[in-house]
């Protein structure tokens, strides 16, 4: 998590940013007349909009009122922002896009298995050589699990290869 | 069709030997699910949906039934031996659990646990067996204005018990509500935030919204914890309790179930609120209330019997008012709607045999759960040891798959990561993905009834404050949303004076 005052700065933003676009996309929508209530398809998603840019904006007065100066006369320090490893994170995420953009190409079982090897040594954080034939072994013994439990058992089509018909 | 006719139209659903090993095998999963610290039922459930693609409507329910009730009892094995709770549900078990554990008495910690979770998730279906057709035919008299009060009290509760900021919650809430109106507009059929493609003209998949929130949501906040402890799992000897002493807790019992179904039927309060709730009042009340928290049985009955009551009670408004009551009931919805049955009042008239599936279902997870429990908890504590970074990658791919698998659309697997990279993302700023996806499930039955009743109104929003039971719900929102300010507000008045 982040400090509390960041966090509801952020938080504002995020509401303003989805309430101005959803209100952006939502203005050319056409308004229907003789509905009953004619204002249509545009009408509710903007009702969600103005509510989120309201509690947005809640959210920040709450934080700005909340950040009073204590009894010396100092206002409370923003917590510290704890330390978090992202590098994984965005590595898994990575390796997950690549390995669907390849999916058309190779395959699910060969993307799968790629996806899984590598994200087993992505969070071991470790090429030592036990460890990358373990991990090998159990990415293989995943894809056949996979493979068995949703081909041949439920019966849903992975996805094949475009390049090796 | 009375509640007894209605509790016996599935039988022969359920004693089919098919049923029996989906039940099972659902067990088995959810055992799993619960035992390992950080997987929860949510995720067991989101994961294993697409399984269900292959079953009947019944088959599909009993499977995933199966996975949340073994989740639910399974939270507190993880909790005794570790006093690390598998599920949020197991956290007040802990208090004693774990402190019996040191004793040299992990056994009959999980034995306790075991009888326990057992009777309080038999007392939960038994209410709801009798609660919900009585809700169902109320149910029969809503419009369209007191199904929009429901969805929004829906939203409301959900943000504000269970998600830290009420406020938060309820952009959590509006976000849900948001994606689901991506795709065609339910009265003109005009495409909305569609962008000229194809596949958000269909509108948004439930499962891979649900499954990137729940399931790739958690392997991203778990990958980056950078340290991986090893938890010593203290052994398990005598699993069977005394008889004599289970039947002098039975009273006790009995209340931490009532206290469970109670608030396992509000929406969002969940077996978590429930067996803390529980555990809070029996300590109060008990004359060994000085000895609770100091490793007793008393203080795991307590509240495994009311975290799983609760399972019973979140039955409740699924079924009478097809409100989802926490993010595992909106994915028993999920997988109803996948099968082209809407829950709500008017399931108890078209299919009472699946109903009564539902109720059976939960009888006999709670038994398999009850002998699994006895028979095997020492070897599922083996599963506290499982590595991450076998487990994570496995979740992974069992999403990507689950995804892909019902539409056969590699669009559905783009959306499952734009919604696991966003739950992340709005995690950071304290937006969980649980009122997200009660949004999500919420947002067509929100949209159409809120629509419909403008429209018969022509137009007047008085229509909403006319009809006394949706006034009765729109006050009940406001005070919801409002009364925890107020009642500050007012206390700090009184203080300052």
């Known amino acids: ?165 | 069709m009375d509640a007894f006719d209605l509790l016996i139209a599935g039988l022969p659903n359920i004693t089919k030997p098919y049923s029996i090993f989906l039940i099972l095998a659902g067990n088995v999963l959810g055992i799993i699910f619960g035992v390992v610290p950080g997987l929860t039922a949510t995720m067991g459930m989101a994961i294993f949906l697409p399984m269900t693609f292959a079953m009947s409507d019944v088959h599909g329910m009993l499977f995933l039934i199966g996975i949340f009730v073994g989740a639910c009892y399974a939270g507190s094995i993880s909790a005794i031996l570790v006093n690390i709770p598998g599920t949020p549900s197991a956290i007040a078990t802990g208090f004693d659990g774990y402190l019996m554990a040191q004793k040299g008495e992990a056994g009959r910690a999980i034995g306790y646990s075991t009888l326990a979770s057992a009777l309080g998730g038999l007392f939960g279906v038994l209410v709801l067996v009798f609660a919900a057709p009585i809700l169902a035919s109320f149910a029969l008299e809503f419009g369209a204005q007191e199904y929009t009060g429901i969805a929004l009290l829906g939203i409301s509760i959900v943000s504000y018990i269970s998600f830290g900021s009420t406020v938060k919650g309820l952009i959590g809430g509006i976000i849900g509500l948001l994606l689901a109106s991506i795709g065609q507009d339910v009265i003109t059929g005009y495409p909305r935030f569609a962008f000229g493609s194809k596949d958000l003209e269909a509108g948004l998949e439930m499962i891979p919204v649900m499954v990137g929130f729940f399931g790739v949501t958690e392997v991203l906040i778990k990958i980056e914890q950078t340290t991986e402890g090893r938890s010593v799992v203290a052994k398990i000897s005598k699993v069977l309790p005394s008889l004599s002493r289970l039947v002098r807790m039975s009273p006790m019992m009995a209340v931490s179930s009532l206290i469970g179904t109670f608030i396992g039927a509000v929406p969002a309060a969940g077996g978590a609120i429930a067996s803390m709730a529980a555990y809070g009042i029996q300590k109060r009340f008990s004359k060994r209330s000085r000895e609770y928290g100091t490793g007793i049985a008393e203080g795991v009955v307590a509240a495994e019997s009311a975290n799983n009551a609760a399972v019973g009670g979140a039955f409740v408004p699924m079924l009478s008012l097809g409100i989802p009551g926490d993010p595992q009931t909106a994915i028993l919805i999920g997988a109803l709607m996948l099968n082209g049955l809407a829950p709500g009042p008017m399931l108890f008239a078209t299919r009472p045999d699946l109903i009564s599936t539902i109720y059976l279902g939960n009888v006999v997870s709670v038994v398999v759960f009850s002998l699994i429990g006895l028979a095997g908890a020492r070897y599922f504590a083996h599963l506290i040891r499982v590595p991450r970074h076998y487990l994570l990658p496995a979740i992974m791919i069992f999403c990507i798959i689950g995804s892909f698998a019902i539409r056969n659309t590699v669009f559905d697997i783009w959306v499952l990561l734009a919604c696991g990279l966003i739950g992340y993302l709005l995690q950071k700023i304290g937006i969980m993905p649980a009122p997200i996806i009660l949004g999500f499930v919420l947002g067509p039955i929100l949209e159409d009834n809120f629509r419909r009743a403008l429209i018969i109104s022509d137009g007047d929003w008085t229509t909403f404050v006319t009809r006394p039971i949706s006034l009765a719900m729109l006050l009940i929102n406001l005070f919801v949303l409002t009364g925890p300010y107020l009642m500050a507000l007012a206390r700090r008045k009184i203080t300052n004076r």
């Open chain 1, 1 to 165: 998590m982040f400090s509390v005052k960041r966090d509801s700065w952020l938080t504002f933003i995020v509401c303003s940013v989805i309430g101005a676009l959803v209100l952006i996309e939502t203005a050319g929508y056409p308004v229907l007349k003789g509905q009953g209530f004619g204002r249509g398809p545009g009408f509710y998603p903007q009702v969600l909009a103005w509510a989120m840019i309201g509690l947005g904006l809640l959210i920040l007065i709450q934080s700005l009122r909340r950040k009073k100066p204590d009894a010396t006369g100092h206002a409370d320090r923003p917590e510290p922002i704890p330390s978090v490893a992202y590098l994984p994170v965005a590595g898994l995420m990575l390796l997950a896009v690549a390995s669907i953009v390849a999916m058309d190409y190779v395959g699910f079982l060969f993307s799968g298995f790629i996806l899984t090897f590598l994200s087993v040594l992505l969070i071991r954080a470790s090429l030592r050589g036990r460890h990358v034939v373990a991990g090998f072994i159990y990415s293989v013994g995943m894809l056949v699990l996979v493979y068995l439990v949703f081909d041949v058992f439920v019966g849903v089509q992975l996805p094949g290869s475009s390049l090796f018909k």
